[in-house]
């Protein structure tokens, strides 16, 4: 046991093909390859059809383009009597597929009493 | 000291930033080669809303300029004309600190809008002169400014929800120095190309002076042509004078003129046409052949019952003969009527008439005598009146023709 030497493998197509591996890694990996990139209006449409009573939402992509990070404001009353927490939660169900897709999420969820004193 | 202090403060642009690196933004010292090269001049601002009063003017300009982060105020400002410019900022970085601050002509800056009344179109037209700045645009220094809430204010009191979307998300962005996507003004009105060559002074290729010489030049021409028209319209109606001036001498009847003496000699042709009428009148009884029948007449009439010299001086003569006197026809008128029936009988035209009838009367019994007499006077009356033959045939007697008729022998007329 001691004089043994394990040596990680990488799993690609070639050591699929020799090992008879399934059709269904393929298919996966193929899906996963053609995704579309999340985009800013993707986001927005998202959370209007989630969240009722919105009243503005700020989505801007930090990543100029790629996709891959975000930061959304959402302000709206729905959120009136709720918890930082809960706020967010209700926002991350609202996007739970594009959040699989992306590098990096912030969220800020305000009520428009609150957000009346942020602006000028 | 102060000679260091001066030199750094003149090798230290403006706009050099914190880490030293110079940006891409104009400055006074390459403010020329900027000028040179940028294209955002003459922007002109379409579609324009109409204004009711130049104050509305400038809310719309800061709805447009504020994204970009231009801060405008107006510069000179009158009843028809609105200039605004780009609030001068002072700004102390890259400045020494020590120094105390920095001449206003390093913080003139370039940018222009001018707002022109058009009185032909009735609308205010907005056109940006000068694109250029000679500083950094920053939204973020802009929403700290007294105007900008302002600004805020009159957009709540509008209720333009839209706008105020629009810079709350902004204002959120630019706190949390979040990248900023400015909307790109536009220019699609077609008009910037007039605008420069009306503010260079430079002159288009259809130069009004021009077109108005070529008209005057067009009128002068026209003017010519009338003048030839005038001058042929005086030529032609000179001979319509002369042939008014030659009526008129006609009219007058000028001896001298040739036609006044051709209308003299229509004059002496009416002359002969009265002697034409007087001759003519003569002639219907003083006729040679009135005169030969009358003598063929009598000789018939006197050969057969006795010839014999007598008869020789009953022949008329043939010469013209005069209309009778008053006197003279009054006696003839009187003679005819008490010596009716000779004279009658005595006619020329009658004399065969009178010879057949003779002969008819030995055939016939003696009643029929009183018949023919009865029947001749009838044919008479009926062809002829008494009184205006008898009137007619005595007008142109004279003695001699009424003598030589008295020295027949009554027996012979009597006879027949």
Redesign the interface.
């Known amino acids: 046991m001691t004089g043994e030497r394990i040596e990680k493998v990488k799993i690609n197509d070639e050591f699929a093909k020799s090992h008879f591996l399934t059709t269904q890694w393929r298919e996966t990996k193929r899906q996963r390859h053609y995704k579309m990139p999340v985009t800013e209006q993707g986001l927005r449409e998202r959370i209007e059809s989630a969240i009722p009573q919105v009243y503005?939402i700020?989505v801007?992509d930090?990543s100029?383009g790629c996709g891959q990070s975000f930061?959304i404001?959402v302000v709206s009353d729905f959120f009136q009597g709720k918890s930082k927490l809960m706020r967010s939660r209700a926002v991350n169900k609202a996007v739970k597929e594009e959040l699989q897709e992306i590098h990096a999420f912030s969220c800020k969820c305000y009520t428009e009493e609150e957000?009346s004193k942020?602006?000028? | 000291m102060k000679a260091k202090s001066m030199k750094s403060i003149i090798s230290v642009p403006i706009s050099v930033s914190k880490t030293g690196k110079m940006k891409l933004t104009a400055s006074p010292d390459n403010l020329a080669s900027m000028m040179s090269k940028d294209q955002n001049k003459l922007i002109h601002l379409d579609p324009v809303p109409s204004f009711e009063d130049r104050h509305e003017i400038k809310p719309w300009l800061q709805k447009i300029f504020y994204p970009q982060g231009i801060d405008i105020v107006i510069e000179r400002s009158d009843s028809s004309k609105v200039t605004f410019k780009c609030r001068s900022v002072r700004s102390k970085v890259g400045l020494n600190p020590k120094s105390k601050g920095s001449s206003s002509r390093s913080h003139a800056c370039p940018f222009r809008i001018r707002a022109a009344y058009s009185v032909r179109l009735q609308k205010w037209n907005v056109v940006v002169m000068n694109n250029i700045h000679s500083h950094e645009l920053r939204f973020d220094l802009i929403t700290k400014t007294d105007d900008y809430k302002k600004f805020k204010e009159n957009l709540r009191q509008k209720n333009d929800e839209k706008a105020i979307k629009t810079f709350d998300e902004l204002e959120y962005k630019a706190s949390l120095n979040l990248p900023l996507v400015t909307p790109i003004i536009s220019c699609d009105c077609g008009l910037t190309k007039e605008i420069e060559a009306f503010n260079n002074i430079f002159l288009p290729l259809s130069n009004p002076p021009l077109t108005s010489k070529k008209n005057l030049l067009k009128t002068n021409k026209n003017s010519v042509s009338k003048i030839k028209s005038r001058q042929m319209d005086n030529s032609k109606p000179r001979p319509r004078l002369k042939t008014k001036l030659d009526a008129d001498l006609h009219d007058t009847g000028f001896l001298d003129n040739f036609k006044t003496r051709n209308s003299c000699v229509k004059i002496e042709k009416e002359d002969s046409l009265t002697n034409l009428n007087e001759i003519d009148f003569t002639n219907m009884f003083c006729n040679d052949n009135f005169i030969q029948n009358y003598n063929q007449g009598l000789m018939e009439l006197l050969t057969e019952p006795t010839p014999g010299p007598s008869s020789s001086s009953c022949i008329l003569p043939s010469t013209p003969t005069r209309p009778l006197s008053q006197s003279k026809m009054d006696i003839a008128l009187s003679e005819s009527t008490t010596s009716s029936p000779n004279f009658m009988e005595t006619d020329a035209p009658y004399g065969d008439e009178i010879i057949k009838v003779s002969k008819d009367t030995k055939s016939n019994a003696p009643t029929a005598d009183t018949d023919i007499a009865t029947n001749l006077g009838k044919e008479r009356n009926e062809n002829f009146g008494m009184l205006n033959y008898n009137y007619e045939a005595l007008l142109h007697f004279n003695d001699e023709h009424f003598n030589e008729l008295n020295s027949i022998d009554p027996a012979l007329i009597s006879k027949y």
């Open positions: 503005h700020i801007t930090l100029y930061d404001v957000w942020i602006v000028v």
